[in-house]
């Protein structure tokens, strides 16, 4: 099992930009599926954008390509997720899930952390 604990959200105007952080313990990172979610209040969780093991491809939602962008940091055991020219639709909780099956179903991951809320205003 992976121990994942999210940082970095906050608060940020439209175009703006934030770099969340995904800290985990309990496994390596770089040798499982990592992903990147989100759930908007109403909403159901939707995949942001997920990295397969190793230095592997990347997958990202439409809603995000070429706007924010996924890395690891195999010394730190840390995944970010950089998010550029934000957009109030952005605004929800995001998560970090590992041990899925590579794809953008939020249903397949088995590890997640807590959360850390990104809120963007127009």
């Known amino acids: 099992q992976v121990q994942l604990v999210e940082s970095g959200g906050g608060s940020a105007q439209a175009g703006g930009s934030l770099r969340l952080s995904c800290v985990g313990s309990?496994?390596?990172?770089?040798?499982?599926?990592m992903g990147w979610f989100r759930q908007a209040p109403g909403k159901e969780r939707e995949g942001v954008v997920i990295?397969?093991?190793?230095?592997?491809?990347?997958v990202y939602a439409g809603s995000v390509k070429g706007r924010f962008t996924i890395s690891r940091d195999t010394a730190k055991n840390t995944v970010y997720l950089q998010m550029n020219s934000l957009k109030p639709e952005d605004t929800a909780m995001y998560y970090c899930?590992?041990?899925?099956?590579?794809?953008?179903?939020?249903?397949?991951?088995?590890?997640w952390g807590q959360g850390t809320q990104v809120t963007v205003s127009s």
């Open positions: 990295i397969y093991p190793g230095s592997g491809p990347t």
């Open positions: 309990g496994n390596t990172l770089s040798s499982v599926c």
């Open positions: 899930a590992a041990r899925g099956n590579c794809g953008l179903n939020w249903r397949d991951y088995t590890d």
